[in-house]
């Protein structure tokens, strides 16, 4: 009998996150759509008016905010409800309904950026002068002013915006598709038992200590991939094309320029990552033939890549337990770090378990005017309690933003969102390591460290070197077929994984389960955060309350900074290759310690 999932009615509400903190029902969220078309016609009056004067100014800028926090409350309520369960197709409706009524206002108020920008810096210095509560918009004013050369006419701007809700029909198609509409088969697992293989079982099931099952659950997963790759090349493609269109569109050289200009970061600190990792893939390649030689096995292929290696050590950690250890483990943050911790834990702020047609992974999301909230799929791994942490450090992130910054300056650049979360990790790393005086365990949490390593700054750099390399392909008039796209993927994983790896055939459509690619370049920001994450963390071990205060400092931030600038504040600075190669070096140094322990 196979182990099917509950159905997201069934599903014990003291593990499920409370919506009501948002809105108390679908008719209140109906009435708030409402308001924001009713403000989104007041400000549609200010067309050609809006820096007629400083009092224009001021009203069309603290309007357009009032209107984006609420629109934001909207967005976020109507995606947890849809990623509840993707198949409702009223959650989805509510969706739709809104991505059209955002796209709608974005269309008829994409006249005030260009209106600010055909406006002289003297005279907008002039009304911040004139006006003293402008004072509060000067930054705002001047990232505007930042985009110019990438800015375009009212007009253009009008039609821009108008391309916004069909430029997410790739991501949305996929999304859903992968999510609700495609059915894996079953496969026998150790214990003879009969599993359905879905999104948050796979990496369960392929850290079996059984290889036909890890060997059966890969190839059934890639295999249900392989048929319709033709098609997730096809959304594959229109995402790229509509970076392209959009990158032309707005005068940059590169869709890669474009991505990371809006986090006003250089192409060369992506440039940078990558380069820096494929000078130090022979670390990568040293921990894939421990890796082999601790299995025992003749042959590594990619199916044992999640297996570990000191399988005696692994064992179950309960919801209950992680949340402790997690306590216990982020003490050095201070008491009222804790203490957000503990709200989070206690006030429904986390989805914990995986029902049907629940999104599949784990993130942290919300708005200004509520607390974050956490989407978890909890199966009892190691893994899973380090994913806990990391969402609730995105979470405490954004819940200290949100209670330093004003709204417009409230949400943190996507280029720092990895820091605080990987942070977390280490420091729940660190805990573990220094409270273990089991050699098996230690060897154990050891090689889950190297694991991070590996999933976080030498795979994500794999794929931010993917989208580098097919977003260049269709810049230079390539086609992204299916066929493509596999052989670019199985040579990168060649090299990266090295000749001690079997890159089976299988592998080579991995990229067709991969959401992150339909981020816009999302991915390398991974294993930059990681590597500031190593550095902070290991400062505030080091030197404790000073480190934490500055650590404090950056966490409430939000965009009130440059993000390279705000990771300054906090001892890291990723205009350099140091902090990729210091984290590195770490890498180096844990396989030294492994090596000589196993």
Not at 11 to 28: C, G, I, K, Q, S
Not at 285 to 299: A, I, N, Q, S, T
Not at 382 to 405: K, P, R, V, W
């Amino acid at each position: 009998m196979a182990k099917e999932l509950l159905k997201r009615s069934e599903v014990n509400p003291e593990f499920t996150w409370n919506l009501a903190d948002m809105y108390a029902d679908v008719t209140a969220w109906e009435a708030d759509i409402t308001v924001i078309r009713e403000m989104a016609a007041e400000l549609e009056k200010m067309e050609g008016k809006v820096t007629a004067s400083a009092e224009n100014l001021l009203q069309t800028l603290s309007q357009m905010a009032a209107m984006e926090e609420k629109s934001d409350l909207a967005f976020n309520y109507a995606s947890r409800l849809s990623d509840e369960d993707t198949g409702n197709t009223t959650h989805q409706a509510m969706v739709q309904k809104l991505h059209g009524v955002i796209s709608n206002v974005s269309s008829k108020l994409a006249f005030i950026e260009p209106e600010i920008l055909e406006t002289s810096e003297e005279v907008l210095e002039g009304y911040l002068a004139q006006l003293p509560e402008l004072e509060l918009y000067r930054k705002q004013i001047k990232e505007i002013q930042r985009l110019k050369p990438h800015s375009l006419s009212a007009e253009m701007e009008k039609l821009m915006a108008m391309t916004g809700e069909m430029s997410r029909t790739a991501s949305q198609t996929f999304s859903i598709f992968n999510n609700a509409d495609l059915k894996f088969p079953e496969v026998e697992d150790e214990n003879g038992d009969t599993v359905r293989i879905t999104h948050g079982r796979f990496v369960g099931l392929e850290e079996s200590a059984d290889r036909r099952v890890r060997k059966e659950t890969f190839e059934k997963l890639y295999h249900t991939y392989k048929q319709y790759e033709n098609t997730l090349a096809s959304l594959y493609s229109g995402q790229v094309k509509q970076q392209i269109f959009k990158a032309r569109a707005r005068k940059y050289n590169s869709t890669l320029e474009a991505a990371v200009n809006g986090n006003n970061v250089s192409p060369k600190v992506y440039e940078n990552l990558v380069a820096t990792v494929n000078d130090n893939l022979d670390k990568m390649h040293r921990y894939v033939r421990l890796r082999k030689k601790l299995l025992g096995v003749d042959e590594l292929h990619m199916y044992d890549i999640y297996t570990p290696i000191i399988p005696d050590a692994a064992r179950k950690i309960s919801y209950e337990e992680a949340k402790e250890t997690v306590l216990k483990a982020l003490e050095p943050l201070g008491e009222d770090y804790i203490a957000i911790l503990k709200e989070g834990f206690n006030n429904r702020w986390i989805d914990v378990y995986e029902n049907e047609g629940k999104r599949s992974g784990a993130y942290s999301a919300g708005s200004y005017s509520t607390h974050p909230y956490v989407l978890l799929n909890y199966n009892e791994s190691l893994d899973n309690m380090f994913t806990l942490a990391h969402e609730m450090g995105h979470a405490i992130h954004s819940y200290l933003s949100n209670s330093t910054q004003p709204y417009i300056y409230s949400h943190y650049k996507i280029f720092v969102a990895e820091v605080a979360s990987t942070c977390n990790e280490i420091l729940l790393m660190e805990y573990l390591l220094k409270n273990t005086t089991d050699v098996k365990e230690r060897a154990y949490l050891l090689n889950h460290y190297l694991d991070s390593f590996k999933g976080t700054v030498y795979r994500q750099t794999m794929f931010a070197e993917y989208e580098m390399k097919t977003n260049a392909l269709a810049e230079a008039g390539e086609s992204l077929t299916a066929e493509v796209l596999d052989k670019v993927y199985h040579e990168l994983n060649c090299k990266y994984y090295g000749p001690d790896m079997v890159s089976d055939p299988e592998i080579a459509v991995e990229w067709a389960r991969i959401p992150h690619f339909y981020y816009n370049f999302y991915v390398y920001q991974y294993a930059t955060g990681f590597s500031s994450a190593v550095a902070i963390a290991r400062n505030i071990l080091k030197n404790g309350a000073p480190a934490v205060a500055k650590y404090k400092e950056f966490l409430s931030g939000g965009c009130s900074q440059a993000p390279v600038e705000l990771l300054k504040i906090a001892g890291v600075d990723l205009e350099t290759p140091k902090p990729i190669q210091d984290a590195l070096n770490v890498f180096g140094e844990i396989l030294d310690e492994m090596e000589k322990l196993v």
